[in-house]
C-alpha cells in the first residue's frame, strides 16, 4: 500500500510564495513519475507540473510554467513544488499523485490534498 501525504498550504498574499511537499511511503513505492494537480471551487481538476523519477525531467502547465518549480529528493521520496509569484487564481486544493511503476501506467495514487490560498 502507497500513501502519499501533502504539506506545506496555507494563506498567502498575491506575488507571495510557498512551497508544498508529498511524501510517499509503503515498502513497495517505486514511481515512473511524480506530479501535481490543483482543483479550485467548480472547476475540474487540473495538471500543473510532473517530474520524472529517475532523470528529473520537468513539465509544467503554462499557466505556471515560469513561477512554479517541481524538484524531488529520491532517497527521501517526496517530490516538491516551489510557487512563486503566487496569483488569486492559483488558490485551489493542490494535490500530489504518482505514476506507480506497480501498476498500469498513469496517475493512480494520490494524496489528500492541502489547500492553497492566494489573496488579492
Known amino acids: 500500500q502507497v500513501e502519499l501525504v501533502e504539506s506545506g498550504g496555507g494563506l498567502v498574499q498575491a506575488g507571495g510564495s510557498l512551497s508544498l511537499s508529498c511524501a510517499a511511503s509503503?515498502?513497495?513505492?517505486?514511481?515512473?513519475?511524480m506530479a501535481w494537480f490543483r482543483q479550485a471551487p467548480g472547476k475540474e481538476r487540473e495538471f500543473v507540473a510532473t517530474?520524472?523519477?529517475?532523470?528529473?525531467?520537468?513539465y509544467y502547465a503554462d499557466s505556471v510554467k515560469g513561477r512554479f518549480t517541481i524538484s524531488r529528493d529520491n532517497a527521501k521520496n517526496t517530490v516538491y513544488l516551489r510557487m512563486n509569484n503566487l496569483k488569486p487564481e492559483d488558490t485551489a486544493v493542490y494535490y500530489c499523485?504518482?505514476?506507480?511503476?506497480?501498476?498500469?501506467?498513469?496517475?493512480?495514487?494520490w494524496g489528500q490534498g492541502t489547500q492553497v490560498t492566494v489573496s488579492s
Open positions: 499523485a504518482a505514476d506507480l511503476t506497480t501498476t498500469r501506467p498513469g496517475f493512480n495514487a
Open positions: 509503503g515498502r513497495t513505492f517505486s514511481s515512473r513519475a
Open positions: 517530474i520524472t523519477w529517475s532523470a528529473g525531467s520537468t
